[in-house]
């Protein structure tokens, strides 16, 4: 499964942008605020999206969550990114928020699109598919 996130939308607060799944438009996305860590900017935690880049994706045990969720790897200068609902960038502290309707510094119908993708993930994980993804 390959995941692509388009980050379009940048604010003083977040960064919104659009996920696909193999090609095909899936949801929004909304994260904290873009510094261009891979460019040289300085992290701010708690208030700073992921570096661009590909990553690989496992579906494991949240112990915040205390449930098996989508688990970003390998980003440099971060630990324990998730994707998860979430409606603001202070739901976020560096994860990936999901949801279907979109408005500035606002992602709508987060845990119904969380749960979706959730599924779709699980069944590509339990056929042993890889999951990437890329982050533009």
Known sequence: MKLRLYRDTFTEESTIGELSVDSTFFCYTLEDYDRKLENGGKKVYGKTCIPRGIYD???DFSPKYNKE???VLNVPGFEGVRL??????NDSLGCILVGSTKSKDFIGNSKATFNELMALMDEAYAKGEPITLEIT
């Open 57 to 59: 994706v496992v579906i």
């Open 84 to 89: 998860h609902s979430g409606n603001m960038a």
């Open 69 to 71: 969720m989508p688990h």
